[in-house]
């Protein structure tokens, strides 16, 4: 602890945002960081607690209270002030494989289990972390490290998501020969194709990917395993397989007239999006047109934010955001203390750019839809909306968010994404390997393992846990690599956290 006296000497302070209405000009990253001289007095701030929630990663009150990979980060905070940039990254890289894509996308869970917290704001962390990796690529230090020795044992990878990628890094840095299959023309997965441009630049994705080529990992696009290439061969050719495809079930809404033309999945919509950016700057208009129409988001959360910012950059007109919960309390409520998970509104860039843009929050809470109107061409036109209200379920006992009577009300849309989360592996994916799934569509193994009901198969990520954060797919690709390895060498020397 370089300065016991950092966190009452320095206030925290982060980057800058560029403003809402000259950032919705472009789909290019937005934040101008801190010069590193100022970045190492945020280091300063970091209070080595005797103990330090921020690299916990356990559960309190059902949701994670620090880093589930368990970073060291009162390490590399105290480093950041020192100066040792080296040093910082090689402490960062022993708990995560990817510091450039969590220090752009992760919610931050360290900074929301910080001491400081207690009397002040959290240190800066998650910018730390950025400052650490883009010094290591800046200084050569995050280059290529193949493995000197190779055991001979070969391993397929199938989804090139973060689950995915961290467990072919891990296998591949232990000797094994490790080859990737993603379904998509791009590697990254949800990285890729599921996070916009504007908070992921893909050309970070590139960075590291070029890197992991270098170090021996081979990737394979086009090669959807159950379509275009038979599960049968991975099982022949390859001495174990991870399946890593990700919950791509998208959660649907039944009512009337959905099947009226301008309805889609906000991923399908996020996919297209980035993909036309991606291959020609969208002059292939192959996008889903939102330019002057009505767009309605159904559902909050990071997806749903995300195709508020999306909208608002192709041209919508206006764009409203359709939440079933009530609105989340502004500050902590007495029930839910630190070092538990703030549950508190959040307003995201993509409600920034929308109040920026209309002059208001897109978000209605409470709200659902209760029937999509159609004109006669079949394309949408307008929306009926019901209020909602917690209510006890009289059959189950449950609280459910119930209709109420006489509340209904017409919207204007013309475009709706349907961003209501996920609902578990795609059938033909679990057909092909022939694994068992779990009551919730997730493919089944023991509590806490990886392992499949198909010898040699194990899976890994969201398409094992269900819907969740790339903090947490990094850390289930690395338990998922440990069990392989020891399932192919009898131990393994590969490090969890």
Known sequence: MGKPTGFLDYKRKTSDAEAPEERIKHFNEFHVHLPLEEQQLQGARCMACGVPFCQSGMMLAGMASGCPLHNLVPEWNDLVYLGNWKQAYRRLKKTNNFPEFTSRVCPALCEAACTCNLDSQPVSTKENEYAIIEKAYEEGYAKANPPKV???????????????????????????????????????????????NMKLDKSVIDR???????????????????????AEDLLKNYDRVILACGASNPRDISAPGRDAKGIHFAVDFLRAATKSLLDSEFADKKYIDVKGKNVVVIGGGDTGNDCVGTSIRLGAANVTQLEMMPKAPDVRAANNPWPEWPKICKTDYGQEEAIAMFGHDPRIYQTTVK??????KGELEKLITVKLESKKDEKTGRMIMAPVEGSEQEMKAEIVLIAAGFLGAQKYIADAFKVELSPRTNVATREGEYATNVPNVFTTGDMHRGQSLVVWAIREGREAAREVDISLMGYSNLSVQ
Do not use: C, W
């Open 208 to 230: 590291k990917i070029a890197v992991m080529e270098e170090e021996g990992i081979e990737f394979v696009t086009n090669a959807d395993i159950g379509k275009n290439y038979k």
């Open 371 to 376: 029937e999509f109107v159609k004109n006669k």
């Open 150 to 196: 190779r055991t001979g044992k070969k391993v397929a990878v199938v989804g090139s998501g973060p689950s995915g990628l961290a467990a072919a890094d891990q296998l591949n840095s232990r000797g094994h020969f490790v080859t990737v299959f993603e379904r998509f023309d791009r590697i990254g997965g949800l990285l890729r194709y599921g996070i916009p």
